[in-house]
């Protein structure tokens, strides 16, 4: 089936235009993350949903983070008043069921560059 | 200090040859440890995960878990050029489901 599907693959910003990142996790899983990798660097997490509940977002570097998943399904993660140090890989996964955190699925990502 | 610490590389080895990958960790309650490939350009994939102490094996891939030295280990057999990408090994934070990485290790398989 269908992985999960991240758009778009790349944005460039402007410092301090707002941006939104789409994620499209496998179709029925219930859990979603959404991770920043630097580069060089492995993914640090940002923020968990069950369903359409965050339950985790103690990984947001700044109130200008924020995320959502209204429906459950897919989720947007949007950063305001961008600054340089934004400027990473932005990744979604999602597993099927909560406590299956070991076996998560990663979309391509979207590299964020802010100029 | 990191939770998960790993050697960043590069590592540089002919086509053939047997690739030893490692992480050690700090927390002696985390459970899960994982083993994923991310190509240039491209999302982390999963290889195979591990529960507790012990090995896996897949195909050429073999992981191991020692909890008492807090020590991951994945070991390519055969290795082909095709295995040349960055390996990150994670681990399951014990009262949440987010990933914890190490920084990964590049690796280089040369013909």
């Known amino acids: 089936g269908a992985g999960v599907s991240q758009s778009p693959r790349y944005k460039v910003a402007k410092r301090g235009q707002d941006v939104a990142l789409r994620c499209d996790p496998i179709s029925g899983h219930v859990s979603l993350f959404w991770y920043q990798q630097a580069l060089g660097q492995g993914p640090e997490f940002l923020t968990y949903?069950?369903?359409?509940?965050?339950?985790?977002k103690s990984g947001l570097p700044s109130d200008r983070f924020f995320a959502e998943r209204p429906e459950g399904s897919v989720s947007t993660l949007k950063i305001q008043r961008t600054q340089q140090e934004d400027s990473a890989v932005y990744l979604c996964?999602?597993?099927?069921?909560?406590?299956?955190?070991?076996?998560?699925?990663f979309g391509p990502g979207t590299r964020l560059t802010v100029t | 200090q990191k939770e998960v610490e790993q050697d960043p590389g590069p590592l540089s080895v002919p086509e053939g040859a047997i690739v030893s990958l490692n992480c050690t960790y700090s927390?002696?309650?985390?459970?899960?440890f994982m083993w994923y490939r991310q190509y240039s350009r491209k999302g982390p994939e999963l290889l195979m995960y591990?529960?507790?102490?012990g090995n896996k094996e897949d195909g050429r891939f073999t992981a191991q878990v020692d909890k008492s030295s807090k020590y991951i280990s994945l070991f390519i057999r055969d290795s082909q050029p095709s295995d040349s990408a960055t390996y990150l090994c994670?681990?399951?934070?014990?009262?949440?489901?987010?990933?914890?990485f190490g920084t990964g290790t590049r690796l280089q398989v040369f013909p």
């Open positions: 996964a999602s597993s099927e069921v909560p406590g299956q955190g070991y076996e998560q699925y």
């Open positions: 591990t529960y507790s102490s």
């Open positions: 994670a681990t399951v934070s014990y009262n949440t489901d987010k990933l914890i």
């Open positions: 949903f069950q369903n359409e509940a965050q339950l985790d």
């Open positions: 927390n002696s309650a985390f459970q899960y």
